[in-house]
């Protein structure tokens, strides 16, 4: 039990930054019905943001760390909002009545630019980072292999967890009460009728763009933190998971990508807890394949109805 209370906090704080990653997903996908495949990326510049601030300010001489986590964090959001504005101006806007095909193909295209940028500008090697909140509570304790077994919680993981919980109320409340929640939501119903009721559709679109990155870039903060080592091919790989757990979740749904996130986190740390490590990709791809066979629109998701 005490081994199975910790796998399941790693999977819970593991599933948390993928359920970040995975709103900007479904909120583009909600909005314009298109995947942006270089959100990922955009995750990852902002890990990286993240970490050139660390060492920026420490090698300036500032060591108080919550100025250095709140600088961190806002220069990233910053950065990475302005690559979201970025992609949606280029890769999206222009071929919004083009075929579905076309916008997709450059996003995949701006994924591969910032791969390379990063690459090229940061290097190819991994980037570590020291343990910057160390320290932690003792949840309980019990004995495994014949060896003393702890189960921790540390305080970077209550971070996490508290941190997504509080993004998600307010990403909710965001989308339900306020005026750019009612324009976000109009124009996923329908947007030619959003624009002739007075509804500015390119902003709402860009700032849906732009809000996604910043949560991606919050997740960056979270995962340098939590694994302490990134490099430039992060962002395709947790960006294909977090898609993974959008779709799981329900494309579309917000409270579906967290849910999805969190699935997709426990599902890996578990299997590569009791089983093994190497297949635990092929695991979560599997769920999401039966979870689909039965439930073609995700776990919370709605189905698609055609307009005609």
């Not at 910053?78 to 997709?104: D, K, N, Q």
């Not at 309980?140 to 971070?159: C, H, K, N, P």
């Not at 962002?235 to 977090?242: P, Q, R």
């Not at 699935?263 to 297949?279: K, N, R, T």
Request: hydrophobic share 55%; charged share 10%.
């Amino acid at each position: 039990m005490d081994y199975f209370l910790q796998q399941l906090i790693n999977g819970v704080t593991l599933g948390s930054i993928y359920g970040l990653i995975a709103i900007g997903y479904t909120m583009v996908y909600g909005i314009i019905g298109m995947i942006n495949f270089a959100h990922g990326d955009i995750f990852m510049i902002g890990a990286f943001i993240a970490l050139t601030m660390f060492l920026a300010l420490t090698a300036i001489g500032i060591s108080w760390l919550p100025i250095i986590l709140l600088l961190a964090l806002v220069v990233s959001m910053l950065v990475t909002s302005a690559w979201g504005w970025t992609v949606e101006r280029i890769a999206y806007r222009p071929l919004r009545g083009s075929f579905r095909l076309a916008p997709l193909i450059t996003a995949i295209g701006m994924s591969i630019v910032l791969q390379n940028f990063v690459q090229i500008s940061q290097g190819a090697k991994i980037k570590p980072l020291p343990p910057q909140i160390e320290g932690g509570i003792t949840l309980m304790e019990g004995m495994r292999g014949g060896q003393s077994f702890a189960v921790q919680l540390s305080y970077l993981q209550m971070i996490i967890i508290a941190l997504t919980v509080v993004l998600m109320v307010g990403f909710n409340a965001l989308i339900s009460r306020t005026a750019l929640g009612r324009a976000q939501r109009a124009c996923e119903q329908d947007r030619k009728m959003a624009a002739l009721l007075g509804v500015n559709v390119d902003r709402t679109i860009s700032l849906t763009f732009v809000m996604g990155a910043a949560l991606a870039a919050v997740a960056g903060l979270m995962f340098l933190l939590y694994y302490g080592v990134i490099d430039f091919f992060i962002g395709f790989v947790a960006g294909v998971k977090a898609f993974t757990a959008a779709v799981l979740g329900g494309i579309g749904s917000l409270p579906g990508a967290m849910l999805g996130g969190l699935l997709i986190g426990m599902i890996e740390v578990f299997w590569s807890a009791y089983f093994s490590i190497e297949y635990k990709d092929v695991a979560a791809f599997s769920i999401l394949a039966i979870v689909l066979i039965f439930l073609p629109s995700g776990l919370l998701g709605r189905p698609e109805v055609e307009k005609v």
